[in-house]
Nanobody
Framework: QVHLVESGGRSVQAGGSLTLSCVAP????????MGWFRQAQGPEREFVGA????????DYADSVKDRFTISRDNSKNTVFLQMNSLKPEDTAVYYC??????????????????WGQGTQVTVSS
């Protein structure tokens, strides 16, 4: 079992920046592909980005490419989502997730085994 805890969500004006963090206490953090998803009004969670176990490769949704950056610090069991040039359409609950199976790239939420509770990001125009 992997327990994920996101933080950093808040309200911000369009054009601003925000960094989300996700901590996963435990010795096996480096064994997981880590992903970020978001959920706005609808029931579907949208893929935002993911990072491989070593941090050597990253994958991003087209909607956030060149604005968002994922990084991880395996020594601190933490994955980050740096968000720049935020837009109102980025408003959502953001979730981090951990995937045990080493499929890459991995944009399917069904492949992720563990999820955090989510953190709200609100971007006002």
């Amino acid at each position: 079992q992997v327990h994920l805890v996101e933080s950093g969500g808040r309200s911000v004006q369009a054009g601003g920046s925000l960094t989300l963090s996700c901590v996963a206490p435990g010795r096996t953090f480096g064994a997981y592909i880590m992903g970020w998803f978001r959920q706005a009004q609808g029931p579907e969670r949208e893929f935002v980005g993911a990072i491989t176990r070593s941090g050597g490769s990253r994958d991003y949704a087209d909607s956030v490419k060149d604005r968002f950056t994922i990084s991880r610090d395996n020594s601190k069991n933490t994955v980050f989502l740096q968000m720049n040039s935020l837009k109102p359409e980025d408003t959502a609950v953001y979730y981090c997730a951990a995937a045990n199976f080493p499929k890459w790239p991995n944009r399917d939420q069904r492949d992720y085994d563990y999820w955090g509770q989510g953190t709200q990001v609100t971007v006002s125009s």
